[in-house]
């Protein structure tokens, strides 16, 4: 009689596949795969949906942005704080990603949050990483800095340091039936944030001093915005195609504030970083005066890329060598900043700085070739030699040694009658309009210390003490 299990399995059977087990295995059988481990990295950073430029710029328009740090609802972090009354704190998903649909509240708060947070990370990476103090951030405050995305009503934005605070308001345009939400604009919330930044940098620099302080930081909000943008693939790809690789033909990259200028009636933005202006065209009105060092900044980082471009054609895509160039002229930008003066600062001021960084950092001598011919040119600097080369188009492109003369990285300033005047800030953004600004001592605000309004009344109301006494 055949004995068999509790599973009719014959009993013959069941002894032979206990034989044949050995460990747990199976001798002789195909092994059940395990599964090899992967790395799991812990996943820290959010999705955000942003404008990845200003809103007309259609080629490129909403899309998702990642932000490889600690999010918290709000959004907000260790730095940036969003307010917006009625609508904060926003809450992430499950998955901490801050998806809205775009013209939503929910949107503009984590559209403004992220590109505060990039161009923060932007400038501390050119820097080494190490994090970088917004103005009051001394003695130990570690106090963040407060972004509202919807402020109120006027065609304006701002940076206050009495407030610890970015403001973004909205408007409607004349014979118009919508309202632009100055928020939207990657533009614009760089330019404020990069206000911020250089002001944590150069705390004297928001004084009314010399003209070409004021339009130095009117200048860095506007190449804030630019090397915001050469830092994302997807819009250098963008332009690389527009342009066909040529940064002097019409693009989104050097106009600023596309919507936004259309809404005050200007055709091509609030102002475009590829003109030919010259401090003897300009007098000291700080954003026309600004438009210079931008232009300067700008020529500069086209001939460098030409350069790279022909010189790495077999081995790189033309947007791989833009985006590198970018990178590389931003930190020997942020170098030429830090070497300036902290008050009273000129623009020979920077671009010294700027040609003894690129010599530290081992760059070709044509890229301070370049430097120095397009400050010259704009007469920033006095240049030790002609400009023959460039003004006839005879720059040895194929040449990183090439220098058009000295390899010099001290150059004299250009002197013009507008470095005696006092600043003009008539139509300068909301930052350089604000009273703690522009009626701030020097040495408090030199120190990174706030005027409040009290601070400011603070004479008057002595005088109204002593009178009603």
């Not at 609030?270 to 003109?275: F, G, I, P, S, V």
Request: charged share 20%; aromatic share 8%.
């Amino acid at each position: 009689m055949e004995i068999t299990t509790e599973t009719s399995q014959p009993a013959h059977a069941y002894q032979k596949a206990m034989q044949l087990s050995q460990n747990g295995h199976q001798v002789g059988a195909t092994p059940v795969p395990i599964p090899v481990p992967v790395p799991v990295p812990l996943v820290v950073g959010s999705q955000i949906l942003i404008w990845k430029q200003d809103p007309t710029v259609t080629a490129l328009g909403v899309r998702p942005t990642f932000i490889p740090s600690l999010i918290l609802d709000g959004p907000r972090d260790a730095r940036i704080n969003t307010v917006l009354p009625g609508t904060t704190p926003v809450h992430g998903n499950t998955k901490r990603d801050f998806i809205f649909a775009p013209g939503t509240a929910e949107f503009d708060c984590a559209h403004t949050f992220a590109i505060v947070r990039e161009t923060l990370t932007m400038y501390q990476r050119a820097l080494g990483g190490a994090p970088l103090p917004w103005a009051w951030n001394t003695a130990g405050n570690i106090d963040a800095i407060n972004v509202f995305p919807q402020a109120g009503v006027t065609p304006n934005a701002f940076y206050s340091r009495a407030e610890k605070a970015l403001k973004f308001f909205f408007f409607v345009p004349t014979g118009a039936s919508q309202p632009i939400f100055t928020c939207r604009s990657l533009d614009i919330v760089a330019h404020e944030c990069g206000h911020a930044v250089l002001d944590g940098l150069k705390p004297g620099w928001l004084g009314p001093s010399s003209p070409q302080t004021g339009g130095l930081h009117e200048a860095f909000g506007d190449i804030t915005a630019l090397f915001l943008s050469l830092h994302q693939l997807d819009q250098v790809e963008a332009a690389i195609a527009l342009t066909k690789a040529n940064l002097h033909g019409p693009n989104f990259l050097a106009a600023l504030a596309e919507q936004f200028g259309a809404g005050l009636g200007l055709p091509q933005g609030l102002r475009n970083a590829d003109n030919d202006l010259k401090l003897s065209q300009v007098g000291n009105e700080v954003h026309a005066i600004s438009q210079v060092f931008t232009g300067g900044v700008y020529d500069t980082l086209a001939d460098i890329f030409a350069f790279e471009r022909q010189r790495q054609a077999t081995v790189k895509d033309p947007a791989r060598v833009l985006l590198e160039v970018a990178s590389s002229l931003l930190k020997v930008l942020m170098e030429g900043i830090r070497k300036a003066p902290a008050s009273n600062a000129s623009y020979a001021d920077v671009v010294n700085g700027m040609l003894s960084a690129s010599q530290a950092q081992g760059e070709p001598p044509i890229y301070r070739t370049f430097l120095r011919s397009r400050f010259t040119f704009r007469e920033v600097v006095v240049s030790p030699t002609p400009l023959t080369a460039m003004l006839e188009g005879r720059m040895e492109m194929n040449n990183p040694g090439f220098t058009d003369g000295k390899d010099d990285t001290k150059l004299e300033a250009h002197r013009h009658p507008s470095d005696r005047a006092s600043q003009d800030r008539s139509r300068c953004c909301g930052t350089m309009q604000r009273p703690e600004f522009v009626l701030a001592d020097a040495a408090k605000l030199q120190s990174g210390q706030a005027m409040t309004d009290e601070d400011l009344l603070s004479k008057e109301a002595a005088e109204l003490h002593k009178r009603f006494n």
